[in-house]
C-alpha cells in the first residue's frame, strides 16, 4: 500500500484506539488536547515517511511517537500540573517512570469504557450519542446533524454542553458499576447502530458503502459481546442484524460502483459464512425476557437472506414490521413496511399506506414511490424518481435512478 493511501487507512483504524487510551490517561475534560496530539502524530507521520519511507511496522511507530508525545506533555505541558501529573505522583508514580499501556487489551479496554463514560446519565441521550459518534466513531458534525435531522450549529452547541457537562460531573474512564450497565449500554448500542448504518448506507458521502465504518461498528459490537458485563440478549441481536446486513455487500454494489436494489442481487455474491454468524448470535439473543428493536430488525435481516418460498418470506417480514412498530414506532420503519406490504398484498395497498407517511424531505419515500408507481403510473412515478434525485448526494443513487427514469420514459 502506497504512503498516500496508507496514511488515510491507519488513521480511520487507529486514531479513535490512540486517542481512548490517552483520553483514559489524560482525563475525559482534556479531550481536545488529545486529539490534537493525535493528529500531531499522523502530521509527523505523513512528512517523516514522505523523506524516509514508510516503516518496516507503520502502526507500531504510531504508537510509539504518539505515547513519546504524551510523556513529553505530561512532564512540561503545565496544563496537566494540577490534575493529571498530581494524580500520577498519588499513586507513587513519577512523570519519568510514567508509562502508557497501549497494548491490544487496554485499547480494547479504554474504547469500551469511553463509551460508558460519554454515555453517562447526566448528559441527554442525544448529547451522549453524538458526542460518542465524534470522539470513538470518527463522525464530523455534519454527519451527526443528518442522523439527528438537525443541522450543524445546533450539534455543535450540544456537543460543547455534553462536554462542558462531562467535566462539571467528573466523569472518569472506566466500566459504570454493575446496576447501570443495562441503562448505559442501550446509549451504545445506538451509537454503534448509527455508525453501521452510516457505513451501509452513506447519507453524506460520495458512495453508497463504506466498508470500513461498518466493520468498526461490528468491531465494537463485538467487544461488548466478549466482555462479560455486556455480553446481553439485545447487543447479540444487533451483532446478528449488522451480519445480515453485511452478507449481502459484494451484491449492493456492481462493478461500475453502482447500486444494485434487493430483488436484482446476485445471492450467489452473499457471504454464506455471515450468513452463519448471524444466526449463531440471533440464537444467542434468543434467551432474553424480551425483545428488543434489535430482535426484530435483525429476524427481518435475516428473512432477506432467506431466498426460496417468496409468499413466507415477505408474509413473515410484514409480520416482524408490525411488531416493531408496535415497541418502537419510527417513520423509516413504516417506509420499510411499505415495501413488504407491496410483495403480500400488491402496489395499490402499498401507494396508499406510504403516502400517509409525508416523508416528502426523504429521498427514500420518492425512491419507494417511484418503484410503486412504475406498473401503474410511469409519469408519477419519473415524478418521484426526479424528486428523490435532488435529494440524495451518491452518485451510485443518482445513476440507478437516472437509468429508472430513461427506462420509464422509453
Not at 458526542?131 to 451527526?144: D, K, M, Q, T
Not at 442501550?186 to 452513506?202: A, I, P, R
Amino acid at each position: 500500500m502506497q504512503q498516500k493511501e496508507l496514511i488515510p487507512h491507519l488513521y480511520r483504524a487507529e486514531f479513535r484506539k490512540i486517542t481512548a487510551v490517552l483520553a483514559r490517561t489524560f482525563g475525559i475534560e482534556h479531550i481536545e488536547i488529545v486529539e490534537d496530539l493525535v493528529s500531531d502524530t499522523f502530521l509527523l507521520a505523513a512528512e517523516t515517511w514522505g523523506l524516509k519511507g514508510i516503516p518496516a511496522n507503520p502502526v507500531a511507530w504510531l504508537y510509539t511517537v504518539a505515547k513519546n508525545k504524551a510523556k513529553d506533555m505530561l512532564k512540561h505541558n503545565t496544563i496537566f500540573d494540577q490534575k493529571v501529573v498530581a494524580e500520577i505522583k498519588r499513586t507513587s508514580k513519577s512523570t519519568l517512570e510514567f508509562d502508557i499501556d497501549l497494548s491490544s487489551k487496554n485499547i480494547q479496554d479504554s474504547q469500551l469504557q469511553m463509551m460508558f463514560a460519554i454515555c453517562h446519565p447526566g448528559i441527554p441521550p442525544e448529547a451522549q450519542i453524538g458526542l460518542a459518534l465524534h470522539i470513538l466513531c470518527g463522525f464530523g458534525i455534519e454527519e451527526i446533524a443528518i442522523a439527528f435531522l438537525s443541522n450543524k450549529e445546533t450539534i455543535t452547541k450540544r456537543l460543547y454542553r455534553a462536554r462542558e457537562k462531562l467535566k462539571e460531573l467528573n466523569v472518569k474512564i472506566e466500566f459504570p458499576p454493575e446496576p447501570e450497565i443495562n441503562n448505559r449500554v442501550q446509549t451504545v448500542l445506538t451509537t454503534l447502530y448509527l455508525l453501521f448504518n452510516e457505513g451501509y448506507y452513506s447519507s453524506t458521502r460520495d458512495k453508497v458503502l463504506s466498508h470500513d465504518l461498518c466493520l468498526e461498528a461490528m468491531r465494537l459490537t463485538r467487544m461488548l459481546i466478549e466482555n462479560k458485563g455486556t455480553d446481553k440478549p439485545f447487543v447479540n441481536a444487533l451483532m446478528a442484524l449488522m451480519c445480515f446486513h453485511s452478507s449481502r455487500f459484494e451484491a449492493r454494489i456492481n462493478p461500475k460502483g453502482e447500486l444494485v436494489l434487493y430483488d436484482e442481487q446476485d445471492s450467489s455474491l452473499w457471504n454464506k459464512e455471515l450468513i452463519r454468524q448471524g444466526e449463531y448470535y440471533l440464537n444467542k439473543a434468543a434467551g432474553g425476557d424480551l425483545p428488543s428493536k434489535y430482535h426484530f430488525e435483525a429476524a427481518i435481516a435475516y428473512w432477506h437472506t432467506v431466498k426460496n418460498n417468496e409468499t413466507e418470506r415477505w408474509q413473515r417480514i410484514l409480520t416482524l414490521y408490525n411488531h416493531l412498530l408496535v415497541l418502537e414506532y419510527s417513520p423509516i420503519a413504516a417506509l420499510n413496511r411499505t415495501y413488504a406490504l407491496a410483495k403480500v398484498q400488491g402496489n395499490e395497498k402499498a401507494i396508499e399506506e406510504a403516502e400517509k407517511l409525508k416523508l416528502d424531505d426523504n429521498h427514500l419515500y420518492h425512491l419507494l414511490l417511484g418503484e410503486l408507481y412504475s406498473e401503474c403510473n410511469p409519469a408519477k412515478a419519473i415524478q418521484h424518481f426526479e424528486s428523490a434525485k435532488k435529494l440524495i448526494k451518491p452518485s451510485a443513487d443518482k445513476k440507478l435512478i437516472l437509468k429508472k427514469i430513461k427506462k420509464l420514459d422509453h
